[in-house]
């Protein structure tokens, strides 16, 4: 059973900067897509990014896109959501997301099998 654990949260305000983690464990994450999602309150969740375990091929939503890198540290099963720039609007709960045997790079919530319990980000104005 593959197991997300999400760390890093947190509040900063408008202009700061935030590192995710997402620790993964329970399988071998070479054939993975992995990713994060985000819910903030009275929304509906929304994809954030994604990235291909092996290869490093990264997605991102438009409204994330030139602030928020992905990326992944093969030799410890973790990936992480550097986040710069970070707005008011930013303000969500977080979900590292996980699909084995991923040919293509999911961007919707169907698209992943596993998620973390999620951890919340607050970027005040």
């Known amino acids: 059973q593959v197991q997300l654990v999400e760390s890093g949260g947190g509040l900063v305000q408008a202009g700061g900067s935030l590192r995710l983690s997402c620790a993964a464990s329970?399988?071998?994450?070479?054939?993975?897509?992995m990713g994060w999602f985000r819910q903030a309150p009275g929304k509906e969740r929304e994809f954030v990014a994604a990235i291909r375990w092996s290869g490093g091929i990264s997605y991102y939503a438009d409204s994330v896109k030139g602030r928020f890198t992905i990326s992944r540290d093969n030799a410890k099963n973790t990936m992480y959501l550097q986040m710069n720039s970070l707005k008011p609007e930013d303000t969500a709960v977080y979900y590292c997301?996980?699909?084995?045997?991923?040919?293509?790079?999911?961007?919707?919530?169907?698209?992943?099998?596993?998620w973390g319990q999620g951890t919340q980000v607050t970027v005040s104005s």
């Open positions: 329970g399988r071998t994450f070479s054939s993975y897509a």
């Open positions: 997301v996980a699909r084995p045997d991923a040919i293509v790079v999911p961007t919707t919530e169907n698209g992943y099998r596993y």
